[in-house]
């Protein structure tokens, strides 16, 4: 009798531990590029695309661990198994690999203060006599017109450090426009007006001149990609999508 019962004591702790593994989490590292806060902010392991990437995996049996790469390294090891997944990735870049919807949009534009009363809707050409404070490489990344305005333009200048560019848009100094992403402005103009107070509260004007940039998310596996797909769904009409761009910025652009 007793050992009958230590038997299917045996058996019932046995099925426990199998249990309690099959609901332990499935680590998945997936590559991080490089930080561009607020989409990702290295120092601090967050940012708008790591909490998306984080939130969608909540309803499925997935752990996020992000490994910070070079942008090739990421795409090398996703290519060769090495990690299980990637965000900011243009579809075809990595070969056999599984790709999500557009998961976000980078929006550069041209940015300038209201009271300059320059016209919503402007051409890169009108840029040419301006003092124009670009984000750095973007004479190579916004086309070839773009390139041939900073070229010709004495007064164009590029800045590694983005939040050079909202400084001297505020204050005034030689900024009649500084091109940036959308998101990102939103995001440095929080940091600065902690610095300069109400000049960071003046009313800006945003001129569109660039299409859209749209990232994808990449995985390895079909299943673990299906799993993104339905969680990014989710998250989408819940509304919490919304809430973490919120968070972050003064933007709630939805996904489209």
């Known amino acids: 009798m007793f050992l009958s019962i230590s038997r299917k ?38 940012g708008i695309e790591l909490e998306i990437l984080q939130t969608a995996f909540t309803f499925s049996n997935h752990e996020v661990v992000p ?48 009271k300059k009363n320059y016209p919503d809707t402007i051409s890169i050409d009108f840029l040419k006599d301006k003092h124009v404070l670009a984000f750095q490489r973007a004479r190579t990344l916004l086309g070839d017109e773009f390139r041939e305005m900073a070229e010709d333009n004495e007064h164009y200048y590029e800045y590694a450090h983005q939040a050079n560019q909202v400084y001297r848009l505020f204050l005034e100094r030689d900024a009649d426009l500084i091109v940036l992403e959308r998101r990102i402005f939103d995001y440095l103009r929080k940091k600065v007006r902690n610095e300069i107070g109400n000049k960071a509260n003046e009313p800006v ?11 994808k998310f990449a995985f390895r ?36």
């Open 9 to 46: 004591i045996i058996v019932i702790i046995i099925l426990l531990l199998v249990n309690l593994e099959s609901l332990q989490a499935e680590i998945i590292k997936i590559g991080i590029s490089h930080s561009i806060p607020p989409y990702v902010i290295k120092e601090e392991n967050r």
């Open 67 to 114: 490994v910070y790469l070079p942008l090739a390294r990421t795409f090398s090891k996703l290519s060769s198994g090495q990690i299980d997944g990637t965000i900011n990735i243009r579809e075809g870049v990595v070969k056999n690999v599984f790709y999500t919807p557009v998961v976000i949009r980078f929006n550069n534009c041209a940015i300038s203060l209201k």
């Open 205 to 215: 004007r945003f001129h569109y001149l660039f299409p859209p940039t749209e990232y």
């Open 221 to 256: 596996e079909r299943g673990i990609r299906d799993d993104f797909n339905k969680g990014l769904e989710t998250i989408v009409k819940n509304g919490t999508y919304q809430k973490i761009l919120q968070k972050y910025t003064d933007t709630t652009e939805p996904l489209k």
